[in-house]
Structure formats: structure tokens, C-alpha cells
């Protein structure tokens, strides 16, 4: 077999269409084209197809989880679902996963310290809450204890300032009713009660 032709893709500048035996047969991006050192002219045998289907489909899954990674950050088990939504084979998402780790772009419990600074900060969200969503993204359990043992979250504190911004609205100057919505957000009485006295 004879790598016949490499193609510049129109919509997409930085990808070319590579073309065994006058046949389309995948596409790269430049710096993988490079990488593999691929020219015009060049004999390939089955096993070094395979190896670069392997290679155009390890550098696929990559830029997919860029473009995934590029709206916010992920957990390693979001990344992992999103992979296997996406069909790939187990030692392509494996070698992702541990790519991606490897460049610092994921980091598991970085990601819940986040997770968590933000939920307090915007959600003003109890550690109930926090958890579930949390093991959502499918945390470990150990990292979830770690990071909210190392927040120390004050959860009267968030109460009573969810108290302040929801006191304004009308159904709400009801007590039971915003007992009720607290609860709801995973409080508990105790706490709701202690917010409510001060």
C-alpha cells in the first residue's frame, strides 16, 4: 500500500485528508502529520496503518476533550463518560485519560476545591448538596471528604445570607416556607432553626 496523497482541508485549514491508494482514508492535524513524519510516495504495511489508526485516534479523542475541557473544567469521570459516549475503544480513553492527567488538565480534586469554592460562593449550597453533585462528577469519596474538610464550610453563614436574598420575595416571608425551601437545599433543621434565631 503507498501513501498517494495528503490533502489540505478546505473548511478546516489545520487538518489534512490522507489518501492510501488513491483512496480517502483518514485526516490529521498538522502537528500530528509532522509528528508522524507522512509523506507522498511512502510504502505502508497493515501493522503500520494500524499503528497510525491508532495514533488518528488517540490525537481525535484528544482535541475532542480540548474543545470539552475549553468550556469549563472537568472530572476525570465526566471525561471518561464523554469518551465512552463518544465510542472509543478502552486503551484510546485510558491513554487520554492519562495524557490529559499528565498535562495537569485534569485533576480530580483540584476540580472539587473549585467545585466547592464556587457552589458556597454563587449557589451558596449546603455540604449535602455539594457532595451529591460531587459524586455526580464522580469524585472518589476520599477526595470529597478531603476537600470539604480542608473548606470548612460555615453552613449557619450560608443559611442566613440565603435568608437575606430570599426574604425579599413575598412567599417567602413565611418562615415555613423558607424553611421548606432551605431544607430543600439540603440543610438541616438544626441549622436552619439556629440561622433563623439570629
Same mark, same amino acid.
Not at 77 to 93: H, M, W
Not at 132 to 156: A, F, G, T
Not at 187 to 195: E, G, L, Q
Given at each position: 500500500?503507498?501513501?498517494?496523497?495528503?490533502?489540505?482541508?478546505?473548511?478546516?485549514?489545520?487538518?489534512?485528508?490522507?489518501?492510501?491508494?488513491?483512496?480517502?482514508?483518514?485526516?490529521?492535524?498538522?502537528?500530528?502529520?509532522?509528528?508522524?513524519?507522512?509523506?507522498?510516495?511512502?510504502?505502508?504495511?497493515?501493522?503500520?496503518?494500524?499503528?497510525?489508526?491508532?495514533?488518528?485516534?488517540?490525537?481525535?479523542?484528544?482535541?475532542?476533550?480540548?474543545?470539552?475541557?475549553?468550556?469549563?473544567?472537568?472530572?476525570?469521570?465526566? +471525561?471518561?463518560?464523554?469518551? #465512552?459516549? *463518544?465510542?472509543? =475503544?478502552? %486503551?484510546? @480513553? /485510558?491513554?487520554?485519560?492519562?495524557?490529559?492527567?499528565?498535562?495537569?488538565?485534569?485533576?480530580?480534586?483540584?476540580?472539587?476545591?473549585?467545585?466547592?469554592?464556587?457552589?458556597?460562593?454563587?449557589?451558596?449550597?449546603?455540604?449535602?448538596?455539594?457532595?451529591?453533585?460531587?459524586?455526580?462528577?464522580? +469524585?472518589?469519596?476520599?477526595? #470529597?471528604? *478531603?476537600?470539604? =474538610?480542608? %473548606?470548612? @464550610? /460555615?453552613?449557619?453563614?450560608?443559611?442566613?445570607?440565603?435568608?437575606?436574598?430570599?426574604?425579599?420575595?413575598?412567599?417567602?416571608?413565611?418562615?415555613?416556607?423558607?424553611?421548606?425551601?432551605?431544607?430543600?437545599?439540603?440543610?438541616?433543621?438544626?441549622?436552619?432553626?439556629?440561622?433563623?434565631?439570629?
Amino acid at each position: 500500500m503507498k501513501l498517494t496523497k495528503i490533502k489540505q482541508q478546505i473548511k478546516r485549514t489545520d487538518r489534512y485528508s490522507i489518501f492510501i491508494d488513491n483512496k480517502y482514508s483518514f485526516s490529521l492535524s498538522e502537528a500530528d502529520l509532522i509528528k508522524l513524519k507522512l509523506s507522498v510516495g511512502q510504502d505502508l504495511e497493515n501493522s503500520d496503518l494500524e499503528k497510525l489508526g491508532n495514533e488518528v485516534e488517540f490525537s481525535n479523542a484528544r482535541n475532542s476533550c480540548y474543545r470539552l475541557l475549553g468550556y469549563r473544567a472537568r472530572s476525570t469521570g465526566e +471525561i471518561k463518560d464523554y469518551l #465512552i459516549r *463518544k465510542k472509543y =475503544e478502552i %486503551e484510546i @480513553i /485510558d491513554k487520554t485519560i492519562s495524557y490529559l492527567t499528565s498535562k495537569a488538565l485534569l485533576n480530580d480534586e483540584l476540580f472539587a476545591k473549585q467545585w466547592v469554592e464556587s457552589r458556597t460562593k454563587n449557589k451558596k449550597s449546603s455540604i449535602r448538596q455539594i457532595k451529591s453533585e460531587l459524586q455526580q462528577k464522580k +469524585i472518589s469519596r476520599e477526595i #470529597i471528604n *478531603k476537600v470539604l =474538610e480542608d %473548606e470548612s @464550610i /460555615d453552613e449557619v453563614k450560608l443559611i442566613k445570607e440565603l435568608i437575606e436574598k430570599k426574604r425579599i420575595q413575598s412567599k417567602y416571608q413565611d418562615d415555613l416556607k423558607l424553611m421548606q425551601f432551605l431544607a430543600r437545599r439540603g440543610f438541616n433543621y438544626d441549622k436552619i432553626k439556629t440561622a433563623l434565631e439570629r
